[in-house]
């Protein structure tokens, strides 16, 4: 690790006039401190943001659900409001990682984590994303069994970030301050494609901090569900992971929000998905519909075409579980 | 703690082709910057990149330590304060070897910074036993014969202590869950569950007894 100046803020105010310079704010430290062993960034200082107590807890009321970024996702997903009302976030943070990582990682950080690809996070391999001066990526030649197999074209890197993805079916908005004021980002605004930019995942600039993540109040006859999986059955890096939130009126579907982690470079809703389920009754024929259109635009590379199955699956029982009609899938990482 | 020689490369990379010089001026200027900004509000906080004097609290005592802003506490607990307890395996966040508890949480030490934990208390391995008495789950690894290469044991125990701690009648699924994140290469994990539950089972009847004992004393 490079050696830099650590700095402990106490206030946001005082976060914010740290963060110049190439300053990097350090949460739970997870990504942070595995991007800088391996050297794909050396900040010349870190602004720690841990201690800072406005940016902590958890309130759940009749106007929604407020989470300070400094939530942990044990704190999430031992949530009672959330398990009850928002499950689907409650489920992601609760499956992502280790208990140990749980306990660590911040929701904000979750989020602004940066992407997984071995050929970004090596310091052997140059590429578009660090400034590099090679034209191509090397996922669509090289080893790409993780990779993206939706948006893939220009990067193949996927987002692992296991809360946005039921954060972005439930709508959220995030919350961003700098020095000149607030603003707030819906989480469907809020990642970057790579086509957009290659450099910038999300819409957060140099100086913003996250201050805060708001999740509406679900509308009545909201259910909602998120499965993840991987190699292992105890914990993994997600292969594929699905969040649904459905208005159901008995077993008729009203609205439809179904996202996917780790098919595209950044989270994505499937409105093909969506639309086969809205108006419809979910069953095990519209469930399997919903996944297969899902994945018709998928555009596998040389060695991840499973992952087009394992998303149909994903879905077909997210959606299933989501309605009530099957139990949470033993063989999804638990 | 030297620089990986990989480094040089990926900054870089990131660094828009300057070279290492620019790199350690960068680092300077934030010192400079640092030094400079010595008397505004709240600036007594930014130390480093060079030692710094703190004291952590481990195990119940406390140590006065010097340690770079980037040493993390796996690194300190073992190189600077001779705790070799806490193991390295991945250094990365993946396997829990390195499983201690801050403020009685288990958190990882491979990826905690060591300055981020002043002011709370840490528990390794050493902070279970009593002397040379064991603690009843590092007692119960043994009658269970719940180790064998022995790397993955001191997170494993840490883990499965913690549960105990939360929840006294744990069911396998629960000892499962609170090791999941435990990577076991030697396959020990049957042993770990029938150790953490034997613990349980132990705890269950003490309880009882000081219960009966109690009760035919009042
Ligand atoms: C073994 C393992 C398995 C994992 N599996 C999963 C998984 O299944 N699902 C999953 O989602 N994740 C997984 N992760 C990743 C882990 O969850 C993230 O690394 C963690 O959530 C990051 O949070 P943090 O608080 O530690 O962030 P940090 O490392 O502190 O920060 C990450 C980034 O976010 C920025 N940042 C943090 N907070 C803010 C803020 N408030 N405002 C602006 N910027 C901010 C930092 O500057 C940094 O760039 C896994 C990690 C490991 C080690
Ligand atoms: S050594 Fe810390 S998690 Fe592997
Ligand atoms: S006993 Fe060898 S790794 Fe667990």
């Known amino acids: ?334 | 703690m030297a620089d990986s020689p990989k480094t040089t490369f990926s900054r870089r990379g990131f660094l828009k082709g300057a070279g290492v010089t620019a790199a350690t001026t960068v680092i300077e200027s934030a010192n400079a910057l640092a030094r400079e900004t010595k008397d505004a509000l709240h600036s007594d906080r930014a130390v480093g990149p060079g030692s710094v004097p703190v004291k952590l609290h481990i195990n119940g005592h406390e140590y006065s330590v010097a340690i770079e802003p980037r040493y993390t506490l796996a690194e300190t607990l073992r190189d600077n304060l001779g705790l070799t307890g806490t193991k390295v395996v991945c250094d990365r966040g993946s396997c829990s070897a390195c499983t201690v508890w801050i403020d009685k949480t288990p958190a990882l030490a491979c990826m905690t910074l060591a300055i981020d934990v002043v002011g709370r208390q840490i528990t390794t391995i050493e902070g279970l036993s009593h002397g040379d008495t064991m603690h009843q789950v590092q007692a119960a690894f043994v009658k269970h014969d719940a180790m064998q290469c022995g790397f993955c044991t001191p997170g494993m125990v840490m883990s499965c202590a913690a549960l105990l701690d939360r929840n006294p009648n744990p069911k396998l699924a629960d000892v499962k869950h609170a090791v999941s994140g435990n990577l076991c290469r030697c396959g020990t994990y049957p042993k770990v569950f029938a150790a953490t539950l034997d613990v349980a089972q132990q705890r269950r009847q003490t309880a009882g007894l000081v219960a009966l004992v109690t009760e035919r004393e009042a």
């Open chain 1, 1 to 334: 690790m490079n050696k830099f100046v650590f700095v402990d803020c106490k206030t946001v105010d005082e976060a914010l006039g740290q963060m110049s310079d190439g300053a990097i704010v350090k949460a739970g430290g997870i990504d942070l401190l595995d991007l800088m062993k391996d050297g794909i960034v050396t900040p010349p200082k870190l602004v720690n943001i841990r201690n800072i107590s406005s940016l902590q807890g958890i309130t759940a009321g009749k106007d929604g659900l407020h989470l300070g970024p400094l939530s942990t996702l044990s704190e999430i997903a031992a949530h009672p409001e959330i398990q009850k009302n928002y499950t689907a976030l409650a489920n992601a943070a609760g499956h992502a990682a280790t208990p140990q990582v749980r306990n660590m990682a911040t929701l904000g950080g979750n989020i602004m984590q940066r992407p997984r690809c071995w050929y970004f996070r090596s310091s052997e391999f140059d590429c578009k994303k660090k400034n590099g001066a090679s034209d191509d990526c090397h996922a669509h030649t090289g080893e790409n069994q993780y990779h993206a197999i939706m948006n893939n074209e220009t990067c193949a890197m996927v987002h692992p970030s296991s809360t946005a993805v039921p954060l972005l079916a439930m709508n959220a908005q995030v919350e961003l301050t700098s020095k000149r004021g607030k603003r707030t980002v819906a989480m469907s605004e809020f990642y970057v494609p790579p086509e957009k930019s290659l450099i910038n995942e999300t819409v957060v600039q140099p100086g913003e901090l996250i201050t805060g993540v708001f999740v509406p109040v679900p509308e009545p006859g909201t259910r909602s569900a998120y499965q993840k999986y991987g190699e292992k059955e105890s914990f993994d890096w997600p292969l594929a992971d699905a969040g649904v939130v459905l208005v159901m009126d008995g077993t008729h579907c009203r609205k439809a929000w179904i996202v996917l982690g780790v098919a595209a470079p950044t989270p994505i809703r499937s409105t093909a998905a969506e639309a086969v389920l809205t108006g419809k009754t979910i069953d095990e024929a519209t469930a399997r519909a919903a996944a297969s259109a899902a994945m018709k635009d998928a555009t596998p590379l040389s060695q991840n075409g499973f992952k087009t199955q394992l998303f149909q699956t994903a879905i077909y029982r997210t959606v299933l579980l989501a309605a009530g009609q099957m139990q949470p899938d033993p063989s999804a990482i638990g």
